[in-house]
């Protein structure tokens, strides 16, 4: 693939070179010929190689450069073997160009293995065709072939007549790939010519399989010529040759087809035909030669044809159809006759049809698939529903015909035109819409693969496909097939067909067909116009309505109608509904009968079986003892009018079936009573569902008929008859109205129904509104029957008092939020009636009219989520949905983003994604779609429980209130609520909560537990009359299981307004009494009422406000405040009236206010706000102090904080906990990740969370980072939820960790690039990696341009380039993928070890901090880098201790600390402790204690760095020192300087930090010829000093500086160490640097001898059976050389090798230098006979090898077991794991050295900077401290350019990494680096570190500097 970008193409000559697996062998250049590499295109190749290398490790890929425009951007190379089946992706996409990047013309590309495929395998055959050697036998057709094996059949395949092909006398030589298809017994050869000159004379053809050598050959002999021989063009001839057992006779079999009498029968189409038996087809024979008529297919004619064909055994189907073309092409088919020739007429067989073939009648199908009379062709065919969705580009729709052929595994379709659309969108293909088609034909299975094109015929040919879905309901099975491509001779390859495989299969619900027989009566005016619909109900349940239609006009006056019908088995039947609509004129219908078949599965009874067995031939046998196929039949007898002018006037019927289910017709009498109220009767139209026990129901019927004119009216009885199949017991009913007409909303009381034949009365109580404006917005409503007690109870008392049954049918109805969201897009919004239905797997809730949101009063406009309220009884889990709307209003076409339910009280919200229209004139046209919840987006929660709160408002003037009143639930233990509105809108308000009323409602709320222990209610003021007296509150609510309820009393008594009492609008009550209400076993209701224990009391608590003494401190802003406790809070409570200010809230000022609240036991923490009103909101917080006058308790709450929206974190609200209190702190808000320290969640005390979601057992959880770019093209971004699984070996695997994006981003931004840290389980060696995302809309499309995942303590980083969509609707159409690890960069970036730390700040006024800080840790192998400790919001405050976890190099053990700070931010000052750090891995604990603070003002010496030894098991690791350092400045013209001089020392203890050089024993310092002295007291010492770092800046008159030596000493240790120098430190002299490395002179005295001594400690593995008795022998590799053998001896007096045991043995040896790898063997001892077991083994742990002379340790992980040998060939090697370098071994290695710098700027536009650039390399020895990249004059880092550097440092070692960094001054400061390339001029040693990213704040990930690793 050539790359899409300017100038992409080349006209040089372009070859490959294939390297096969282990790079062992390849192709040798291939020169790609003919290939015309243009922009955008792919070129396709088939390349025949001697040897078989798939799969290929690698390819070479390059061009010889000549040509004009030579340069050439490959994209990638794909390489399909079809040996293998397996399909490569290599990709490139780079310039292959000497002008552009690194100007290679020859790359090598490496396989992204996770896109890999396996496609179908094929093997090579050789076909030869030999043409007879007669006069005419050549033809210029185009030959067609196809073969047949017993495993299947190929494809067509189409052979090319090149001019010279298929003459007289001639062999043709083809080579063919062929899948394997067993054993060939026949073969088909055909051409399409019917021209005089096409005939063609075939004598034989052979077939080779060139692998393998099996060779078949098909002799032939025959004219395939339209006037020779019996004038057919096409042949089948059986194979023969040495693998057939039996050469197939050539059978004639004669076809009769009989055409209909129907008016417009005959066709003057083409008609085809293929026979289809048990072994092989013959193909489609288009039927042209009849032998008894001239014109074919007249109306009543029977048409008789051959058709020779090799014997297909049993005939067993027959599929005819025609082309559709012609004038008048429908044709309507009787049957079909097959009889082989020969055989007499008994033999024939018969194939009924009876149904049109065209495209305008019945279901517009003009191809049939028969099955032999007695059987369904409709139930025994399998019908694929095809979508196909035609791409969403310029140009995209197709005007060609357009083929799809399926492969299945148990057979394939013949290709199939796709003529006849089932959503008929009248011009198919177009831009952006979707077409179904159905597939009828037998049963293939499950489909592996399709293939779809068109015949590139017609203006537009060109198609872009997007995907095609295929869903098979009948299998319960929907296949996704991406596709995403253009098929178009002049797009990307040129193929206008394409092999397609499935990206997924989804199970979906499986339906059974079912053949519907409708039989119109023979009475005048029977027929009906209007829609007619029907619904199944059976054992298991019952299907959903069916409309029955087609493309004729169905329902006339004595017809019959067939329907194939898709539906849910219901089991065996026992009763259908059927009725219609209404509509149209003449709707009224006399029906007569309705027939269903379907089939089921019976396994016949075996003992019945025995007697015929003899009879039988096995093969018969055998179909016996299998499960067969018995087709049902069920008829149900009407003979009845559906009309509303005759009978009965009912539409709806329902029939039992004639062998009768023992259930009968019954009558319903409904009584429909309306309520009292203002305003309650309805004009609307009224539908009622009554459900029975058992299942059924008698479907939706409209209320039509009352015994008043006018039904529904205020306070009147209407009543209605209902007839059904008996339901049995009744157990809800459904009543909805329509919302029509002017006045709808309808005030229900109650609904009677009197079941008649058993004379019972059913009571289903509502009192409740069906309205839109009124309750909850709900226009249905579902009853339960309750019992005629109730009723009776509620009569006598004619007070207001409500239902008080609301609870329990509460409890048996769920409550579903629906909210349902618009995409936003043009147009997207709807004014349509909108519906949906809920479907549960138990039941469904009906047509619910979506009318109430309670959002919006303009429902579903663009971008907008309404919400609504729908309640139903007992429906089960839900499964699906349906949702639609009627087409009406202006703009009905609707673009539905999701619909999400909740069900509160099953504790469950799905999600069930859309995208896609509901508009007739886009996507497919259809205005309702089925809905499937998301797995990945559903969230489950506790489910919520019904609360009955009944309020009653005192008898006292002015008692009411208009406001809106909520409530909250306390439970023990502080659990609450939400709080909850009691009122769902103003009018409610207004009709509630008046003087003397009591107001009844059921809430469901969080379940509390078993006592309630307080409320808290109040109201929210506001209008007219806000204040409210309330008298008290109950609470009811269900005891379990059903045996009754319990009721809770709240007195109050007291006023909630502003104006009276306490002023407070707030109440917290606790309980009375409680009245517990049980059913007993006899049926009658038993009350206890009880007082209840010891309630909550009400505490006074005082609380003082303390405002700091800061300049601006005070606050005009209105404050908040919550108080928590462990028995639960307070609510927030605003603080009004100071007790001790008026102006509250001022600077240095303490303001006391008093709460009242019930008991909250002990207080742990507040919350407290201001709302950042009035001018100067800001406020600076000192403390809080809450006195519990009750208890006498003082709780102090420390803060020392601005609370600001400008200062310091910008927060106006803050969660402060007690001092002293050690819980677990929640931070409030996000938390910002870096990739130094943890996220919030890594605060250590949740390690107990369960984030291992059901995945492998519980073990260890490690920190794993991912950093994920997203790419930049069109609608590369995704606000869908983002997770990634991380596999190791043999599954195990991570659970999903989802990657949440911060509070501030909504979503994965294009160009973006985001980081994040999750915790997961340690899987071991990282093999494969999955990210996906939970979007399942085609909207939510992402392109991911690259992953990386760094795994700290495995010390790796992983980056993949991905350049992949992860989408339904791009690409491949995955939203996840596999990624393997092999497919990433691997980057070793040092182990980290995890570290608990633990800060802890000082009590000490205005000890908190918000400054940065940073530490710096030294241990004894090497120091960390610098990190910064997150603030993360809460940490680092006055008093804290601060816990949370870090990664941190492993230098154990801890030496001392570096901490920093930067002195910015609102509080600078910082008073430290001291720092815990804990070593997660072995436990180990240091401290470091500070005591001081870190501050310029408040510390003695100002200083912001302190230096802290570690201290472990109470010891000090480190001595203090004084340092005196001497310098001494050269003695040459020009030597002193007048700049600041800086000074680092280096030694085995870390380093000093940077030391000015100031106070001197000079006044003038650094002078010619000067010896200057200074002072460094109490500092730590750092042992052996090896190097110092000495520089200065530059500043002042003649900076230049020539220094002699630096001399140090360390009082403590009395060691004097010389550094050397000798050289200049100016700008202008020597090599211009400012600073010089200097090493140690005193180390030069170690000269390496030649011998040393090595120590060799093994570890026993402490397992059973680890021990050995025998020798051990090892010998070192090392990179001077190999070691001799050391034999370790084990003596029967001083046992080695024991269980557990660690033995040292000592060796003296040459020097092997560093050691690499160690051989262990395991020998018997001397003179020991070797009859040893064989499976004799020593479980060696570890192995730790100890140079003695420098002290280098090398560590060996073995953990294996070394056999037994007396031979010295079987041993183990072990790598060496981890090397601890000594000092003295670093110290030797330092001598100065050159690195060459080479800094490439990339080649984008904009790439260049003008920033100052900055760099740093490490190595193992070290860094080299910050440099700055400078040249005199020279303009740095242009785009595309090549920058060089020197810089002198003592020599690092190995280089680790480089910091690559700019400051950002200066204009243009964005930069892209491309690479740095490292010289170490003294080796020769280049080291790249590749980095292809930008330093750019505005770009990506946003950073200017950054960390490159270096690629070998």
Known sequence: MTGDVRGAGTNSKVHIILHGSKGLRNSGKIFLEGGEFERARTDLFNIEIAALLSPLSRVTIGHDNCGVSSGWFCEKVVVYCPFTGIEQTFPCGKWLDEDEGDGLIERELYEMVSLRQKRLKKNPWSLW?????????????????????????????????????????????????????????????????????????????????????????????????????????????????????????????????????????????????????????????????????????????????????????????????????????????????????????????????????????????????????????????????????????????????????????????????????????????????????????????????????????GLRSGWFLASVQITVPVHGRQYMFPCNRWLDKDEADGKVEVELYPSEIVSIEKLVNYEVSIVTGDVRGAGTNANVFMQLYGETGKSEVITLKSRSNNFERGATDIFKVEATDVGKIYKLRIGHDGKGIGDGWFLESVTLKWMVTKVKETDKKKKKKKKKSSEEEEEDSKPEEVMEVCTFMAHRWLATSEEDKELIVELIPEDGSGLEENTYEVHVITGNVWGAGTDANVFLNI?????????????????????????????????????????????????????????????????????????????????????????????????????????????????????????????????????????????????????????????????????????????????????????????????????????????????????????????????????????????????????????????????????????????????????????????????????????????????????????????????????????????????????????????????????????????????????????????????????????????????????????????????????????????????????????????????????????????????????????????????NTMLNADWYLEKVEILDETTEELYLFLCERWLSTKKEDKRIGRTLYEQGYDGKRSSLGGSSLSLKSQDSNANVKNKKKPSLNGSAKEGSLIPYHLIISTGTEYDSSTDSRVYTIIMGPQKVQTGRLWLDLPKDKKEFADGSVEKFSVMGLDVGEIKKLELGHDGATPESSWLVEELTLIVPTKGVMYTFVCKCWLARDRGDGLTSRVFNILDADCINIGHKILYEVTVVTGDIQNAGTDTNIYMTLFGSSGNTEEMQLEKNGERFERGQEDTFIMEIADIAPLRKMRIRTDGKGSRPDWFLEKIIMKNLSNQELTTFTYSEWLSKLKNTKGTLVCELPAVINEEQMMENTTYTVQVKTSDIGGAGTDANVYLIMFGENGDSGTLALKESNKSNKFERNQMDVFNFPDMLSLGDLCKVRVWHDNKGVGPGWHLEYIEVKDDTLDKTFRFQCDRWLAKGEDDGQLIRDLACANNDILELKERTSYEIATRTSNTEDAETKENIWIILEGKKGRSKEFLLENSSKKRKFTRGATDKFLFSSKHVGDIAAICVGHCPKEGKKSTTKADAYWHVQEIIITEMELCNKYFFQCNAKIPLRSKRADYKVFECAKVTESFASKARSLVPVKYEIIVVTGSEKGAGTDANVFITIFGKNGDSGKRALKQKLRNLFERGKTNRFSLETLDLGELKKVQIEHDNSGLATGWLVERVEITNSATGVTTIFPCGKWLDQNRGDGLISRELFPRY
């Open 691 to 1171: 459900y029975g026990e058992g299942g059924g129901d008698t479907g939706e019927r409209q209320l039509k008929r009352s015994n008043h004119l006018n039904k529904f009216e205020k306070g009147q009885e209407d009543i209605f008859t209902i007839k059904a199949i008996d339901l049995g017991v009744l157990k809800k009913l459904r009543i909805r109205h329509d919302n029509s007409s002017s006045n709808p909303a309808w005030f229900l009381d109650r609904v009677e129904i009197v079941d008649l034949k058993d004379d019972t009365r059913y009571y289903f109580p509502c009192q409740r509104w069906l309205a839109v404006e009124e309750d909850d917005g709900q226009i249905a409503r579902e009853l339960v029957p309750v019992d005629e007690a109730f009723i009776k109870k509620d009569s006598d008392n004619d007070n207001q008092s409500l239902a008080s049954l609301g609870l329990e049918q509460k409890a048996k109805s769920t409550t579903y939020t629906v909210k349902v969201k618009t995409g936003d897009k043009k147009n997207s919004g709807t004014d349509a009636n909108v519906f949906i239905i809920l479907y549960g797997n138990k039941d469904d809730t009906g047509i619910i009219n979506l009318k109430a949101s309670k959002t919006n009063k303009n429902k579903f406009e663009r971008g907008k989520l309404d919400e609504f309220t729908v309640e139903s009884v007992d429906i089960g889990d839900l499964k699906k949905i349906k949702i639609g709307h009627d087409n009406k209003g202006g703009s009905p076409g609707w673009f539905l983003a999701w619909v999400e339910i909740d069900a509160p009280s099953l504790g469950q919200c799905l999600k069930f994604p859309c995208g896609r229209w509901l508009d007739k004139s886009e996507d497919d046209g259809a205005i309702e779609r089925d809905l499937f919840p998301a797995k990945l987006q559903t969230k489950e929660y506790v489910p919520f429980v019904p609360y009955e709160i009944t309020i009653y408002t005192s008898d006292v003037f002015g008692a009411g209130t208009d406001a809106d009143v909520f409530v909250v639930l306390y439970g023990s233990n502080g659990v609450c609520s939400q709080q909850k509105s009691l009122c769902q809108n103003k009018r409610e308000q207004r009709m509630c909560f008046e003087r003397n009323s009591v107001d009844q409602f059921i809430v469901e709320l969080e379940d509390v537990g078993d006592t309630i222990e307080k409320i808290r209610i109040g109201h929210k003021g506001g209008g007219l009359n806000s204040g409210w007296h309330l008298d008290r509150v109950e609470i009811r609510r269900l005891l379990p299981n059903g045996k009754g309820s319990e009721t809770v009393t709240f007195p109050c008594q007291r006023w909630l307004a502003k104006s009276e009492d306490d002023g407070e609008i707030v109440r917290e009550l606790v309980p009375s009494d409680i009245l517990t209400e049980k059913l007993t076993k006899d049926g009658t209701l038993k009350q206890i009422e009880e007082e209840v224990e010891e309630p909550l009391e009400i505490h006074t608590y005082k609380i003082s406000v303390f405002t700091g003494d800061v300049y601006g401190a005070g606050t005009d802003a209105n404050v908040f405040l919550t108080i928590y406790g462990d028995l639960g809070d307070t609510g927030e409570k605003k603080l009004s009236k100071s007790e001790t200010n008026t102006n509250k809230f001022e600077r240095a000022k303490e303001d006391k206010f008093t709460i009242q609240a019930v008991d909250l036991g002990i207080i742990y923490k507040i919350k407290i706000r201001h709302d």
């Open 129 to 457: 065709i030999w043409t007879s050697d007669i006069k005419n036998a050549g033809t210029d057709a185009s030959i067609f072939l196809q073969i047949y094996g017993d495993k299947g059949k190929s494809d067509e395949m189409k052979l090319d007549n090149n001019s010279d092909n298929f003459e007289a006398g001639q062999t043709d030589k083809f080579m063919i790939e062929l899948p394997d298809l067993g054993t060939f017994y026949k073969l088909r050869i055909w051409h399409e010519k019917r021209s005089p000159f096409a005939g063609w004379h075939l004598d034989k053809i052979t077939l080779l399989k060139t692998l393998t050598k099996e060779k078949y050959t098909f002799k032939c002999g025959r004219w395939l010529d339209v006037n020779e021989d019996d004038n057919e063009i096409i042949r089948e001839v059986p194979a023969e040759g040495p693998l057939v057992t039996e050469v197939m006779p050539v059978i004639k079999y004669r076809v009769t087809v009989f055409t209909g009498t129907v008016s417009g029968s005959g066709t003057d189409a083409n008609v085809f035909v293929n026979l289809i038996g048990d072994q092989g087809d013959t193909g489609e024979r288009i039927l042209y030669n009849s032998i008894n008529t001239m014109n074919k297919f007249e109306k009543g004619s029977a048409d008789e044809f051959y058709i020779e064909a090799v014997t297909l055994k049993q005939v067993r189907r027959v599929r005819i159809g025609h082309d559709g073309k012609g004038g008048s092409s429908g044709w309507y088919l009787d049957k079909v006759i097959v009889r082989e020739e020969g055989q007499p007429e008994s033999q024939a067989v018969e194939f009924p049809c009876y149904r049109w073939l065209d495209k305008n009648e019945d279901d517009g199908q003009i191809v049939r698939e028969l099955v032999p009379a007695g059987n369904s062709p409709i139930l025994k065919n399998v019908s694929y529903h095809i979508s196909i969705k035609t791409g969403d580009v310029p140009g995209a729709s197709s005007d060609s015909k357009v083929f799809i052929k399926l492969y299945g595994e148990k057979g394939n379709t013949s290709k199939e035109p796709l003529l006849v659309s089932d959503n008929d969108l009248g011009n198919y293909f177009e831009r952006g819409r979707v077409d179904e088609f159905v597939l009828e034909t037998l049963d293939i299975g499950k489909i592996n693969r399709l293939l779809i094109g068109h015949d590139n015929v």
